[in-house]
């Protein structure tokens, strides 16, 4: 194969187009990767809709991927210090950070880098060598990216969640991890939630509560560690509080995850915690306007901590990763879709009505 094939957002709203790139020589310390999958997270639809700021266009989109490495020219090593070569499977921490700004070197917090740099999100493909998003066959990626070598025989699809809603969860958990015995509340049951409930299970929560508004989504979080699923079509805001209480012993939940992007959420949400708990904020990947809080009530005087969660970093990608190779089988539920890279637009579609839990594209 010459050229790469790659699905384009050139204009908001309408339909990606199917367009062709040449394949790039690889330079130094770079790869030329062959993508077997490219997972299509719920931001893709909003920047698809023009809802994200950092969007530029043409872009082709999609910042989760794993892939084959089909051209490299000298040695590269992975972050744990293999050595990659052609024909490895691979995954890649989506995000590049410039290691030079006040963020990457004094405060050590390279996801909030002042100069990042993301694949399929704020790179656009309108100059060479224009493989920078994984909605394609082929992406090229640059020498400072982070990468992870894979077993050959590993499902890609199953481990592409690492690098967004695995990573992003991660980050949370790494900020701030429940204690042993400790009850956990997470909002949203879509790849986000349902990280986060690995996450709790696998931190040693006592109980966990997911909330969501979907039955199927719900039956899944128990498949993933929940002990309790409450559906907020079926109970009211108050019957939400009472059933939580009744588990707590009217205390609320020591510690809680939203993963819904959504203000409701977070108020009922903050609600819910006890005094002296912790509540991180995951959900949100782009504006979603103000938020009222009862600052005294609902955040001081329960000496509340509360965290907000952006995006993550390289070692978020490789927590991600391990909680997935130990539950393969569980985290292969979560893909309810593949699809051809050609059906990318439906994809998106898929995802922003909420019909699928996770699609990934696999060009072959």
């Not at 893709?44 to 082709?60: N, S």
């Not at 959504?262 to 903050?270: D, F, P, Q, T």
């Not at 952006?310 to 699809?339: C, E, N, P």
């Amino acid at each position: 194969m010459s050229s790469a094939k790659s699905m384009v957002l050139t204009e908001f709203n309408a339909p990606l187009e199917k367009q062709e790139y040449p394949l790039p020589e690889p330079a130094k310390g770079q790869l030329l990767v062959k993508i077997a999958a490219a997972g299509v997270c719920g931001s893709d639809a909003h920047m698809w809709r023009g809802k994200d700021p950092r969007t530029p266009l043409p872009v082709i989109l999609g910042h989760e991927g794993v892939g084959w490495v089909a051209g490299i020219k000298d040695d590269k090593e992975s972050v744990e210090g293999q050595i990659i070569r052609e024909g490895d499977l691979i995954l890649w921490h989506r995000g590049i950070s410039c290691d030079r700004c006040y963020y990457c070197k004094i405060i050590k917090e390279p996801a909030l880098c002042s100069n990042r740099l993301v694949y399929g999100i704020n790179r656009g493909c309108k100059e060479p060598p224009h493989l920078r998003g994984g909605y394609s066959s082929h992406i090229l990626l640059d020498e400072s990216t982070s990468v992870f070598r894979l077993p050959p025989h590993i499902d890609p699809a199953v481990v592409v969640g690492a690098t967004c809603s695995g990573s992003t969860a991660a980050h949370a958990f790494d900020l701030f991890s429940p204690r042993i015995g400790d009850t956990v509340l997470v909002q949203g049951p879509g790849p986000l939630g349902l990280f986060s409930i690995a996450f709790a299970a696998a931190c040693g929560a006592a109980q966990i509560v997911a909330i969501g508004g979907t039955a199927d989504r719900l039956e899944l979080c128990r498949g993933f560690g929940a002990d309790i699923t409450l559906n907020r079509n079926e109970l009211s805001a108050a019957e939400r509080r009472e059933k939580i209480m009744e588990l707590t012993d009217g205390l609320g939940v020591d510690y809680a995850v939203e993963a819904a992007g959504s203000k409701e959420a977070v108020k009922e949400g903050i609600s819910l915690v006890r005094p002296g708990g912790t509540y991180l904020s995951v959900g949100f990947g782009e504006p979603a306007g103000a938020l009222e809080l009862e600052i005294f009530e609902d955040l001081v005087r329960k000496n509340l901590h509360l965290q907000g969660v952006w995006v993550s970093d390289v070692r978020h990608t490789y927590m991600a990763l391990q909680l997935i190779r130990g539950k393969m089988d569980t985290f292969a539920k979560m893909i309810t879709h593949r699809l051809p890279l050609e059906r990318a637009t439906e994809g998106m579609e898929l995802m922003e009505k909420k019909e699928a839990v996770k699609v990934v594209l696999t060009p072959e």
